[in-house]
């Protein structure tokens, strides 16, 4: 490929990852509407209800290391489309769910599974594409995750008045299948030569952008990721197997990387508790008695100033050189102390502010992702950031549950919201810790 056509067309795939994490993690963030709605129709406790969400967002970064993997031998296009046709079938499943049994399975898991392998492939292309200005790059990326929580709250409130919460999200399956589209759409069009647009046929069929590919002495490319299979005199594949070796070498060789291990415990305290105001702040602020449109306003404003966050908080990264790190733990600690606080905010306006800030220093995701690039260099982000979201999964799974636990054994949100803060300033509190992880890192073999 040549230069100056890959550098034209890597904006094009940052366009895509946008709207990507805008499908994803913006309908993510919606949780709160329906959870409401979850409430009135189900005879459940907090915590079983609370547990969807858990279970969604947690089964999203769970299966990190396994996205890693699919993308690895299928490529991010058609792992980004396989994702896309899941998430769309778990929210429809979840519309004919009669229990919350079922809307686990299908909004919880398959939903999460989906939307968390099309994020992933997105993720991977950013990484092929962008090697420099990492952190404001992940950024514009995440940017969409806000704007898509804004947006996407909203109309499922819309949805939900109109045609209640299962029309609602027969609607929103429907829109999820663009994600298909947007992975169709990342590569270059100068790479159609060696895109196999036939899924049946074997093979990977996307590549990684490599300039100059030669040709080898099996008919194959140097660099083509559509040679991924090497079949021996005994009918062995082994490229594949040695691809296998490799990754497993590299994860062994991360779980002794004390910066690796220490950007997993931040990643974990932080995600146990970045959830819970998404999944608890509709629910507390209509039992204050607030009426249904401005929790409605309430909830999506923080998905709005999160975006406006993950854009200021890169900027001011770059035009200052902070190193995203230490803006992430900075971020995290500011976020846990106004949640920590809240339970003093009662009235709407109050809420809404707390729901703005909040939301505005809920920027974890572009700078752990930054951070990951850099600290541990480009050709260990695919694998460490699919282990990382796995601890985060982790949180996830526990953070909205135990919050759910602490509210029905308290009959307050309040503990919910002081665990939920203790939670996301340990996290920020591990980030001073860098140096020393480094200096063992060094001192390493």
């Not at 991977?124 to 969409?144: C, D, K, P, S």
């Not at 951070?371 to 796995?390: D, H, K, N």
């Amino acid at each position: 490929m040549k230069n100056a056509d890959r550098y034209m067309y890597k904006w094009a795939v940052l366009v895509f990852s946008t709207l990507t994490c805008s499908l994803t993690w913006g309908l993510a963030y919606t949780i709160g509407v329906f959870y409401i709605s979850w409430l009135e129709k189900f005879p459940e406790s907090n915590s079983k209800v609370a547990v969807i969400g858990g279970i969604n967002t947690g089964v999203a970064c769970l299966f990190g290391p396994l996205y890693d993997v699919i993308n690895t031998h299928i490529g991010y296009r058609k792992a980004g489309a396989l994702g896309g046709i899941c998430m769309a079938a778990g929210y429809i499943g979840s519309s004919f769910a009669t229990n919350v049994f079922m809307l686990c399975f299908f909004y919880g898991g398959l939903m999460g599974f989906g939307f968390g392998l099309a994020f992933f492939g997105m993720s991977i292309a950013i990484n092929n594409y962008f090697g420099e200005q990492r952190t404001l790059v992940e950024g514009m990326v995440t940017f969409g995750a806000g704007v898509g929580g804004f947006g996407y709250t909203m109309l499922s409130r819309y949805l939900i008045d109109i045609y209640d919460w299962r029309g609602a999200l027969l609607i929103l399956g429907a829109i999820t299948l663009h994600l298909v589209l947007f992975a169709q759409l990342s590569f270059s069009p100068d790479d159609l030569h060696c895109v196999k647009l036939d899924w049946m046929s074997e093979g990977r069929e996307d590549p990684t952008p490599k300039e100059d590919a030669t040709l080898t002495s099996d008919g194959g490319q140097d660099g083509d990721d559509n040679a991924s299979s090497l079949i021996n005199s005994h009918g062995v594949d082994v490229r594949n197997a040695s691809e296998n070796i490799t990754w497993i070498r590299r994860c062994l060789g991360l779980f002794k990387n004390p910066v690796f291990l220490l950007m997993a415990f931040a990643e974990l305290f932080c995600w146990i508790g970045t959830y819970v105001p998404f999944v608890q702040l509709p629910e507390r602020a209509r039992l204050l008695g607030i009426d249904g449109t401005t929790v409605a306003w309430i909830a999506s404003s923080s998905s709005l100033a999160m975006s406006a966050g993950r854009l200021a908080v890169p900027v001011t990264c770059s035009l200052f050189n902070i190193h995203p790190f230490y803006a992430y733990g900075f971020s995290n600690a500011v976020a846990g102390l106004l949640t920590a606080l809240s339970p003093l905010f009662k009235t709407d306006i109050a809420l809404l502010c707390y729901a703005i800030f909040y939301g505005f220093f809920n920027v974890s995701v572009p700078l752990i992702r930054a951070s990951a690039a850099l600290l541990l260099g480009p050709e260990l982000f695919s694998v460490a950031y699919g282990w990382l979201i796995a601890i985060n999964g982790v949180g996830l799974f526990i953070g909205p549950a135990l919050a759910g636990f602490l509210c029905d054994i308290t009959d307050t949100y309040d503990t919910s919201f002081y665990f939920a803060g203790a939670c996301l300033m340990t996290s920020g509190a591990l980030v001073t810790l860098r140096n020393k992880a480094e200096g063992y890192a060094n001192k390493s073999p």
